[in-house]
């Protein structure tokens, strides 16, 4: 049972990356899904959150109109879109289903030119 983010890496500033996170082991469609980010000296924080079937979708406002988190439930997997990305994005990004022990390994974001 186990959670993997991929798509992490380096993009300079404006640029564009999409993370996924796929579950094994278990089903997530019926599970709330989170993307979680942790910069250096700094606490995690949720980035955003989407409902088992997609409908409902918050965002933490940093990322407001520039973040798309999304799942496809056939898949197992979960997305985040991240477009024009600033330097104060770089973080390790993890996703989690909330109430639960399940948390990703995470993924390095650096956004830098």
């Known amino acids: 049972v186990q959670l993997v983010e991929s798509g992490g890496g380096l993009v300079q500033p404006g640029g564009s990356l999409k993370l996924s996170c796929v579950a094994s082991?278990?089903?997530?469609?019926?599970?709330?899904m989170s993307w979680y980010r942790q910069a250096p000296g700094k606490e995690r924080e949720l980035v955003a959150r989407i409902s088992s079937g997609g409908g409902v979708i918050t965002y933490v406002d940093s990322v407001k109109g520039r973040f798309t988190i999304s799942r496809d439930n056939a898949k197992n997997t979960v997305y985040l879109q991240m477009r024009s990305l600033k330097p104060e994005d770089t973080a390790v990004y993890y996703c989690c289903a909330p109430g639960t022990t399940l948390w990703g390994q995470g993924t390095q974001v650096t956004v830098s030119s």
């Open positions: 082991g278990f089903t997530l469609s019926s599970l709330v």
